[in-house]
Nanobody, 121 residues
Framework: QVQLVESGGGLVQPGGSLRLSCAVS????????MGWYRQAPGKQRELVAT???????NYADSVKGRTTISRDNAKNTVYLQMNSLTPEDTAVYYC???????????????WGQGTQVTVSS
């Protein structure tokens, strides 16, 4: 069974920083990409950042320059470092992993349970 376990969410002040972690566990053959998405109240889920197993990254315009996504392939873990946080960053952040458990199976997306990030004074 594949599981994505997130950690690092919580309450931070505007201008502060936060580091989210997501560890993927289970029987996994390969991971093609991992990423972070977020959903604010009353809004649809949106991409924050993604990273491939080879290290290629992609960021939403709203977080470019103050956000870094990284990964440890040996640990099947992805990180999201966010700086200069604003109230607009308040949302539930979801970890995503595109993987397959055997070489003959298709890649599919797995999601974490979500972790709350609140930016407020």
């Amino acid at each position: 069974q594949v599981q994505l376990v997130e950690s690092g969410g919580g309450l931070v002040q505007p201008g502060g920083s936060l580091r989210l972690s997501c560890a993927v566990s289970g029987s996994i053959f390969s991971i093609s990409a991992m990423g972070w998405y977020r959903q604010a109240p009353g809004k649809q889920r949106e991409l924050v950042a993604t990273i491939t197993s080879g290290g290629s990254t992609n960021y939403a315009d709203s977080v470019k320059g103050r956000t870094t996504i990284s990964r440890d392939n040996a640990k099947n873990t992805v990180y999201l470092q966010m700086n200069s946080l604003t109230p607009e960053d308040t949302a539930v952040y979801y970890c995503n992993s595109r993987l397959r458990i055997t070489t003959v199976q298709n890649f599919r997306n797995y999601w974490g349970q979500g972790t709350q990030v609140t930016v407020s004074s």
